[in-house]
C-alpha cells in the first residue's frame, strides 16, 4: 500500500526510534529506599511506597474483581462482609489504609488481597464457612498480608517488578496461531497470576498470627482460625481442583493448622471464650446457600472446562442455570464454553443474557465483543469493547479489540490509533504482533 501524505497521517506517523520510545516502560520512579516495617517496626529494604501501593490496587485490582465475574449483587452480603472487615481493619497496624472489602461472584474457593487494602472473598468460600469467627480469620488473615506489606516486599525483590512493569503482555490473553483463537481466559485468568502475590510459607506463617492477633482483638473466638485451617485441610483432600488456585498462591499444610491450634493454647487461651456468631452468620449467607447447588455445578464446570471437556462442561453449566437462571457468572461461564466451542451465536446470546442480568460489569460485554467479530459484524464489536473499556479502563484487550474491528470495518486512520495505543502498553505476544505488523504495513512505522 503506498502511503499516504494527508497531514493526519503525517502526524501519526512515527519512527521505529521513535515507536520504541514511546512504547517503553520504565521503573524509574521506583527508588530504593528503606521503610519501618509497620508490623515488626523494624527497617528494611523496600522499593514501594504506601502511595504506589494504593495506586497499584487501585489500577489493577478491578481487572481481578471482573475476572470473578464481580461483587455480588446480593447489597446486604456484601455489606455484611464489608462491616465485619471493617471491625477487624480499624485493630490493625495499618488501620488508616483505604479498606474495601467484597464478595465476588467467582464459585472456585479463595480470598485475597491487593497492596492498597482491597479484599475480596469468593462465593466458594462462603459456603465452605462455618461461622462468622472463621469469616474473620478469612478476612484477618488477608488483612496480615497488607499489614506485613508482602506483596510490596514482592515487588522488592524484582520479580514481581518485572512482572508488573516489564510488561502487562500476560493481559493480551491466549490468542492463537489462527485468527483470535479461544476466548477462554482473554478478560479474566490474569488475576492471580499477574496480579496477585505468591505469597511464601513465611509469610502465610505471618499472615495467620496477625489474623489472630486481629479477629480476637475485634473479639472474636481465636478458634475460628482454628476452624478455618482445618476446613481448607479437609477440602485439599476431598476437593484438590477445587481448591488448587488458593493454594498456588497460599501454601496449606498440616503444620499452619497445628500452629494455630497450639497458639490458641498457649497465647490465647483467655480468649476462646469469645463468641464465634454462627447463627448471625448462617442469617446473613442464607440466601447465598440457597444457590449452593448451581455454584456447585458451576465449580464442576469450570473444572471440566479446564480440561478442554466442552460438552461436559455445558452439560453442568445447564444444571446450574436451571437452579439460577439469572445467575451472572453462570451466564458468563455458558457463554465462555459456546465460544470457545466455536458456536458464536449461542455464545452472543447467553453474552446478552448476562449483560441484563449485570451491564456495569465487563466480561459479558468483552465476550459479546469477541461473538460479534467472529459473525464479522464489527460495528457491534466496537461498540461493545468500547464499554468494556469504560467500565475497565486498565485492561489493555479491549484496546486492541476496538482496533481490530475498526481493522474489520476498513478505517485504517482509528484502527492504527487504537494499535498504536495497545502497543504502549504491551509489547510481546500475538495480538502485540499483530498490531505492529499492521502498523508497518500501513506506513505508520518506518522500519
Avoid at 238 to 249: D, G, N, V
Wanted: charged residues 25%; contains cysteine.
Amino acid at each position: 500500500m503506498a502511503k499516504s501524505s494527508s497531514a493526519a497521517h503525517r502526524a501519526h506517523e512515527l519512527s521505529r526510534r521513535h515507536f520504541l520510545w514511546l512504547t517503553s516502560l520504565s521503573a524509574a520512579g521506583w527508588v530504593a529506599g528503606c521503610a519501618r516495617n509497620p508490623v515488626t517496626g523494624k527497617s528494611q529494604l523496600m522499593l514501594v511506597s504506601e502511595e504506589e501501593e494504593i495506586q497499584v490496587d487501585k489500577q489493577y485490582s478491578p481487572l481481578q474483581f471482573s475476572s470473578d465475574y464481580g461483587s455480588v449483587r446480593d447489597k446486604s452480603l456484601n455489606e455484611y462482609v464489608s462491616d465485619v472487615g471493617k471491625k477487624i481493619s480499624s485493630r490493625t497496624h495499618r488501620p488508616n489504609m483505604p479498606y474495601s472489602f467484597r464478595v465476588v461472584n467467582a464459585t472456585y474457593i479463595n480470598a485475597y488481597a491487593f497492596p492498597g487494602g482491597s479484599i475480596a472473598c469468593t462465593r466458594g468460600i462462603l459456603l465452605d464457612l462455618d461461622n462468622e469467627a472463621q469469616l474473620a480469620a478469612l478476612l484477618g488473615h488477608e488483612l496480615g498480608h497488607v499489614n506485613a506489606r508482602h506483596t510490596a516486599q514482592q515487588m522488592t525483590k524484582s520479580t514481581f517488578t518485572q512482572a508488573f512493569v516489564g510488561g502487562l503482555s500476560v493481559l493480551a490473553g491466549v490468542a492463537g496461531g489462527s485468527g483470535l483463537g479461544q476466548v477462554a481466559g482473554q478478560l479474566g485468568s490474569i488475576g492471580a497470576g499477574a496480579l496477585l502475590a505468591s505469597y511464601s510459607r513465611d509469610n502465610e506463617r505471618e499472615a495467620d498470627a496477625l489474623g489472630m492477633e486481629y479477629m480476637v482483638r475485634a473479639g472474636y473466638n481465636p478458634n475460628g482460625m482454628v476452624g478455618l485451617q482445618d476446613m481448607l485441610v479437609s477440602l485439599n483432600k476431598s476437593k484438590p481442583s477445587a481448591i488448587e488456585l488458593m493454594f498456588a498462591t497460599h501454601p496449606m499444610s498440616e503444620e499452619r493448622y497445628a500452629t494455630a491450634v497450639k497458639r490458641v493454647k498457649e497465647d490465647y487461651a483467655k480468649s476462646t471464650g469469645l463468641p464465634r456468631y454462627r447463627e448471625r452468620y448462617m442469617d446473613n449467607t442464607e440466601r447465598l446457600r440457597a444457590q449452593k447447588k448451581a455454584i456447585e455445578e458451576m465449580q464442576k464446570g469450570e473444572q471440566l472446562m479446564g480440561k478442554e471437556k466442552y460438552k461436559e462442561a455445558e452439560s453442568h453449566f445447564s444444571k446450574a442455570l436451571r437452579e439460577a437462571p439469572e445467575d451472572y457468572a453462570g451466564l458468563v461461564m455458558m457463554a465462555t464454553c459456546q465460544l470457545v466451542q466455536k458456536d458464536y451465536r449461542e455464545g452472543l446470546q447467553y453474552a446478552e443474557e448476562a449483560q441484563s442480568v449485570y451491564p456495569r460489569e465487563a466480561q459479558a460485554h468483552h465476550l459479546s465483543g469477541f461473538a460479534r467479530i467472529q459473525t464479522k459484524d464489527y460495528e457491534g464489536a466496537y461498540e461493545e469493547f468500547s464499554t468494556c473499556e469504560k467500565l475497565l479502563p486498565a485492561n489493555p484487550n479491549s484496546i486492541f479489540f476496538k482496533g481490530y474491528a475498526l481493522e474489520g470495518m476498513r478505517n485504517r486512520e482509528k484502527a492504527s490509533q487504537e494499535y498504536t495505543r495497545y502497543l504502549k502498553v504491551v509489547q510481546e505476544g500475538d495480538y502485540a504482533q499483530h498490531a505492529y505488523k499492521r502498523l508497518v504495513e500501513w506506513g505508520y512505522i518506518k522500519k
